[in-house]
């Protein structure tokens, strides 16, 4: 931290400034530490800047939350750290505080030693924010990050991905590369440059957006496993609004070579934009020394492999039983993949919607070679279920019973390969939402 900091404490009781003020006294490199009642605050600021801003909101005084929003549409406090201390205020509020850029928050009545720690951390904050700023200024001018919005420059791409997967790997943590463009029916030079700040509010501070070409882009999700992804990539398609889409690949970060990550995003990216709001798991293109090489025109080549094989002469049992066996393992392999990175974090995000709604509901569900999700509500079920074959399709059934009574029964035998996260979350949604209408209906 610096050798001296600031720290204002604003608060309409002046018992509560006394108090706070006096247990600053024990914090080092504290230089000034000023008070102000709420309507004073704004005149203070005038051509001041703290370091820390307590702000004290006593039982949901609306004029703090003004105070906040006014501080941070200032570009000169951008950097500064807010404390909140919560008195007698509502959960609302108190949200409400942190969507407006509060970095942390206390309970009154207040601990000596916790509001010490508290507003170190916030100094240290100021402090790395300003760091950040003054490392992303001089990155600007080698021309490694655009000025205008902190995107890495497609000049360093690679260079900043394979800085960035060192480092993941050196700590061993988990990380999620998407490689992401607009959809066909989005793409031109306008929606492209529209495009950056959208993926920006879509991620966390210490995620990154990196420039591949003109129309598309990396992000490299730190600490983040596929599920965290599969959300990212929601999100983005959800701030896109309903007139624009995104298609992605997307890697988790183990233990493949840089070359097999980046055509392997390449080959997802571009199976994605076959469709619209597409995300394709780039594992299933690359290889390394451990796994096969899993393609969409080897998938297809060994399904015509097997169809074959079903209608040959018999007269080669052995050579027949060989490539078939081969085949089907590495169809297992896939399918098991799928299970992991599609049904299951669906099957998930679907539970914890229904939870959410009505605790009544009964929830079940289980993946494996037959996946089912299923939900109920007195005498009306319904249920989603995927049953494997054990080659190379999948048998969807849909079903909703109203006092064993079939209200839905629809099955269809697919291609496991086309199932993507998109296509299977479309058709639960859609269960689930009859399911709810028919339950609407029966009150």
Known sequence: MSDTNAVVVVSDKQEFLSQISSKLVLLRNIDKVRTSTVEEARNMFCGFIPNVLILHCFENNPHILSLIKFIKNQEIY?????????????RE???EAFDLGVEDILFAPVIDYELLIRVIWCLKRNETSINQETKSAFLAELGIMTSFDGVYSQKYCFEFLKNEIAQTRKYSQRACILLISLDKKSQDTNDSQDFIPIIRNSIRLNDSIVIKDENKFYVYL???????????????????????????????????????????LDAALNKANENTNSLIVASDFYEDDNKQQIQTDKIDKIQKQINEIAYADSAKPEQ???????????????????????????????????????????????????????VSF??????????????????????????????????????????????????????????????????
């Open 378 to 443: 007195g005498e009306l079920s319904a249920s989603f279920s995927l049953e494997y074959n054990g080659v190379d399709s999948v048998a969807i059934c849909l079903v909703i019973l109203d006092n064993e009574h079939k209200r839905l029964f629809e099955t269809e035998k697919v291609d496991f390969t086309i199932l993507d996260y998109r296509k299977v979350s479309l058709m639960l949604g859609e269960l689930i939402d009859k399911f709810f209408v028919i339950l609407k209906s029966k009150n």
């Open 93 to 95: 509020t108190i949200i």
């Open 222 to 264: 730190q600490k983040t496993k596929l599920n965290g992804a599969y959300s990212v990539f929601e999100r983005i398609n959800m701030n896109l609004g309903s007139f624009k889409g995104a298609n992605a690949g997307v890697v988790e970060i183990q233990d493949q070579k840089f070359e097999d990550i980046i055509e392997a």
């Open 78 to 90: 951008k950097h500064l750290s807010i404390l909140l201390i919560n008195e007698n205020c509502s």
């Open 320 to 374: 027949t039983k060989k490539l078939d066996t081969n085949s089907i393992k590495l169809f297992n392999q896939t399918y098991q993949r799928k299970i992991k990175v599609v049904v299951e974090p669906i099957f998930k995000k679907f539970e914890s919607i229904l939870r959410t709604k009505q605790q009544d509901f009964a929830i079940n569900s289980y993946v494996g070679n037959k996946s089912v999700f299923s």
